[in-house]
């Protein structure tokens, strides 16, 4: 995967633990150094490889490492510079993730080696709709559903997700129903996406410094 992925799973983790915390963590993956060009191209065992010596590091699972991964990615990517990005890609939730393969293309002219998951979005109505992922790579339900959390914070809207179609039960995708409502709190007009982005802060460290 490129850099950029790898660049935001460091941030993640220096966020929570501090530089000294991803210097570990890199050493353990044995991944040869510490920080990664972000339009280079490196295996996809070195994303793998760091999120299983974050995983040790943080006495979180892999799983959880992934789904606090995904729900950063949007806030990274934001103050990356693709912020501007979030802002064409819709007024709601189901707009947006209907976009995503599109915007997945259109970074091939600045990534042209992407290789990016498959993202469809059928709405259903009544605020539901059916997400179906497809991607080249095993593993990755996790950081998935923390992208859709992530993309939940930055439309004003809880989740609920129920898988219904499994890769890890043997079909060729993944697939889910979900379920969004407005936070009841959200009283006035929705933010710019992008806004939000900068705004907002991830949970997971908000738990870490409360709890530290
Ligand atoms: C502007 C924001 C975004 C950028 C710059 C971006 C870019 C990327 C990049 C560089 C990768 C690694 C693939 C590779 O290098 O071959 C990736 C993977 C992925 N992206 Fe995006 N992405 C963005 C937003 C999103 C959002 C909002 C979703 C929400 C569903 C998403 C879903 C995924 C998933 C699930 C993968 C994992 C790869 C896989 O499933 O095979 N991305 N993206």
Redesign the pocket.
């Known amino acids: 995967?490129?850099g950029?992925?790898n660049q935001g799973l460091r941030d993640l983790v220096i966020e929570i633990g501090g530089e000294a915390l991803w210097v570990e963590i890199a050493t353990a993956a044995d991944v040869g150094h510490e920080s990664f060009l972000c339009m280079d191209?490196y295996p996809d065992d070195v994303t793998y490889r760091l999120v299983g010596a974050a995983s040790a590091a943080l006495g979180m699972s892999p799983s959880e490492v992934l789904h606090a991964f995904g729900r950063h990615?949007?806030m990274y990517?934001a103050r990356r510079g693709?912020g501007a990005?979030?802002d064409t890609m819709g007024r709601t939730l189901p707009e947006f993730l209907g976009n995503?393969d599109a915007m997945?293309t259109r970074?091939t002219l600045s990534?042209p080696k992407?290789?990016?998951?498959s993202?469809l979005c059928e709405p259903l109505g009544g605020e539901q709709f059916r997400l179906e992922y497809r991607?080249?790579?095993p593993g990755?339900v996790p950081?998935?559903l923390g992208?859709?959390d992530g993309?939940a914070d930055l439309y004003d809207v809880t989740l609920s997700v129920t898988q219904t179609v499994a890769r890890a039960e043997g079909a060729d995708h993944d697939e889910f129903l979900v379920r969004y409502r407005p936070v009841p709190s959200g009283t006035g007009p929705a933010p710019e996406p992008a806004a939000a982005a900068r705004r907002a802060t991830p949970s997971l460290v908000t738990e870490a410094t409360a709890d530290g």
Do not use: A, K
């Open positions: 995967m490129h950029l992925v191209v990615w949007i990517t693709y990005i979030f995503l997945h970074l990534m992407l290789r990016p998951p993202i991607s080249e790579r990755l950081m998935l992208l859709l993309l």
